[in-house]
């Protein structure tokens, strides 16, 4: 099937300077996408990948800003058309039900939430012939635990938007998907000792895989009738029912 991606086009991508994004946008940049790489505290890193890939800018904006999404647009300036966004940014820190404050449930869901739901407007306004919205969110909203509770929440809404905004805008060939990987690479305060230990603790007994979620998006991108689901990638760890993240739990493997 050909693709509905042809000729030049830009990919915009939050938080791709390092780690996950980084991967995502080398993956895109060799299938022939211009970059707007987005950062915040990563601008060495962008800046360095934007030089590597050639075809590739940087944008540096604070996601919790209101006014964050018009600085992206804004960066656009002089690229092809923007026909992918990918909302990889996000900010994860520990808090519970119990103890959760204004300012940390403030912070999650505007770098979670607001931001992806402004970005995605912005990319809505701009497409003439359609795109593809693409939403990083996370396996553990298909078996939920407290931990992280207010990102949890953030994510949730996260999901949610992902499936109303692809209702709303396909009839303008608006593609909205999400990618929903669990834990990948080490994250927050978990050591590289706990994760070698728990990140292979799911039903098939296989970590997930950068790669993998590069093969998501990619497939996402060459599938013209998908709209409005996720890609959820786990090992089958949501058959598991744990009780807590999986950073605070150890496995013998036996």
Not at 22 to 47: F, K, T, V, Y
Not at 182 to 204: C, E, I, K, Y
Not at 215 to 237: E, H, K, N, Y
């Amino acid at each position: 099937m050909e693709s509905e991606f042809q000729g030049p086009r830009t990919a915009i991508v939050t938080g791709g300077g390092k780690r996950i994004g980084a991967a995502l946008c080398r993956a895109l940049a060799a299938d022939g996408w211009h970059l707007l790489i987005h950062c915040n505290r990563s601008r060495a890193e962008a800046e360095a990948l934007a030089a590597e890939l050639g075809n590739a800018r940087t944008v540096a904006a604070e996601l919790g800003r209101p006014d964050t999404a018009e600085t992206i647009m804004a960066a656009l300036a002089g690229l092809p058309p923007a026909r992918l966004l990918v909302n990889n940014a996000s900010l994860f820190a520990y808090d519970s039900a119990d103890d959760f404050t204004i300012e940390q449930w403030d912070r999650h869901l505007d770098i979670n939430l607001r931001a992806p739901a402004l970005l995605s407007q912005a990319f809505a306004r701009r497409a003439e012939v359609g795109g593809l919205i693409v939403n990083l969110l996370d396996a553990k909203l298909e078996a939920p635990n407290p931990d992280f509770f207010t990102y949890t929440v953030s994510k949730g809404g996260l999901a949610t938007l992902t499936e109303l905004a692809a209702r709303a805008w396909a009839g303008r060939g608006i593609r909205v998907c999400g990618i929903a990987p669990s834990v990948t690479l080490v994250s927050g305060p978990q050591s590289r000792d706990n994760f070698d230990a728990v990140h292979a603790l799911n039903a098939l007994r296989r970590g997930v895989r950068v790669e993998e979620i590069v093969g998501a998006l990619r497939f996402l991108i060459a599938t013209p009738t998908i709209t409005g689901q996720t890609i959820t990638l786990d090992g089958g760890q949501r058959f598991l029912g744990l009780a807590r993240d999986v950073q605070f739990l150890e496995t013998d493997d036996e």
